[in-house]
């Protein structure tokens, strides 16, 4: 091949060269470009997320729980004061329901009532006739008892009613023995009632 016309063929192989370089070029910055930018995106999309919660952790253990009720009882009286009116020494005092006991209790109970004295106390004009306090009578209203003495305070208290649990209402009736002897004047007897849990 002369001279000249290795000169064409070179001086006409440049450019396809020069092209196909070129193009080559833009294949490679095409693929390895387009996954750059995906994985950069991947990357800003994971930066940007919110961290996952751990993971919850849980314990339990069991708690028991103990107490105790203890026995009470409340009594109430409806008048701590009563009237059994006047007598002209020949006939006895009475009053039926003179006094209405109420009682509140979680147990069984018993009530029992006594005088705080042995004797009647006496205001008047005459010498203390010492009346004894069994004078003074009581018995639980509608029962089929009969009127027992008021003990008095140096004896045994007398029982007046014995209860369930729960609210019950004990009325109570009085009667004062009056003795054509007794002179005339103001008397007055304190009674003591009691409820007891059993």
């Known amino acids: ?92 005092l009475e009053l039926l329901e003179a006094n209405r006991l109420s009682v509140q209790s979680n147990a069984e109970w018993v009530m029992t009532v006594q005088a705080t004295s042995d004797t009647i106390a006496y205001d008047g004009p005459a010498d203390d006739p010492n009346k004894p306090v069994s004078d003074f009578l009581f018995r639980v209203n509608g029962s089929d008892a009969q009127y027992a003495s008021i003990p008095g305070a140096g004896e045994e208290p007398a029982v007046v009613f014995e209860g369930p649990s729960g609210s019950t209402t004990v009325p109570v009736d009085y009667m004062v023995d009056v003795k054509d002897t007794d002179p005339m004047g103001n008397y007055s007897a304190t009674l003591l009632y009691t409820t007891t849990t059993r």
């Open 1 to 92: 091949m002369s001279r000249t016309l290795r000169r064409l063929l070179g001086t006409a192989l440049i450019p396809v060269l020069t092209v196909g370089l070129v193009a080559l070029s833009l294949v490679v910055q095409a693929e390895f470009g387009l996954s750059g930018s995906v994985a950069l995106a991947q990357e800003t999309e994971e930066t940007d997320q919110e961290p996952a919660p751990p993971t919850e952790a849980t314990d339990s253990k069991e708690v028991n729980t103990q107490w105790s009720i203890t026995r009470w009882i409340l009594l109430d009286v409806d008048s701590p004061v009563v009237q059994l009116g006047q007598s002209d020494g020949s006939q006895d």
